[in-house]
């Protein structure tokens, strides 16, 4: 009977120590996983220059942006638009310049976002405001009346583009791309531009976060 009791206490000895070795410890081994879903918001400011109606054209821009596991963007942007297009105005006998305020949706689609280098398309929808100033800067005299809504007309815009995307780091992006601007008519004297239509090329910073998860998932140490 003795060899039949110490193998009953060495079967309660084993048991034991699986039971123990299965409980959850305090050490963990890391994974990188590749597959999984990262998340990212950033805010980014752009300038760039361009033509409306062979004039010089000037824009800047902010906007903000969710972007969703490094393959797409959705968010807001406005822009500033200034051309130079000196138009004389009979009733108010001065040369007038154009300027714009738009914006909406932002939408962009990414392509080889795992690489240093990505290519996007992104599209601006949305309305905002044209109109004429005074392109000399006079005292206020010699301006003239001051801006109205009168001296203003809404405008609705489509403006899809084609970038490049440079990955500085997880907290920085820098851009630079092409783009042209569709726009609806306006009626607004003086009357020699209807549409804010033209190509524009630009460059732009995006600072956030644009993978908030680090790639890697925690498992314990069975």
Do not use: C, W
């Not at 130079?84 to 909406?104: C, K, M, P």
């Amino acid at each position: 009977m003795r060899p039949l009791q110490i193998s009953l206490l060495v079967l309660v000895f084993m048991s034991a120590l699986t039971s123990y070795g299965q409980e959850e410890t305090d050490e963990y081994l890391e994974f990188n996983d590749r597959n999984n879903v990262v998340h990212g918001v950033y805010v980014g400011i752009n300038m760039g220059l361009g033509e409306i109606d062979d004039k010089n054209a000037y824009n800047g821009g902010l906007k903000i942006a969710y972007v969703a596991n490094q393959q797409f963007e959705v968010g807001f942007a406005g822009n500033f638009l200034y051309s130079e297009q000196d138009i004389y105005n009979n009733s108010l006998s001065r040369n007038e310049d154009l300027i714009a305020v738009y914006g909406g949706l932002h939408l962009e689609p990414i392509f080889f976002s795992k690489r240093r280098v990505n290519l996007s398309f992104p599209l601006l929808l949305g309305a905002g405001a044209v109109g004429y100033i005074d392109n000399k800067f006079k005292d206020d005299e010699s301006y003239g009346d001051d801006l109205t809504e009168d001296d203003f007309d809404a405008v609705f815009v489509a403006e899809p583009g084609i970038n490049a995307l440079f990955n500085i780091s997880r907290y920085l992006q820098l851009e630079a791309g092409v783009k042209y601007r569709f726009s609806s008519r306006i009626d607004l004297p003086p009357t020699r531009i209807t549409r804010i239509n033209g190509f524009s090329a630009g460059i732009g910073i995006k600072v956030g976060i644009f993978n908030m998860g680090r790639n890697r998932y925690k498992k314990n140490v069975q």
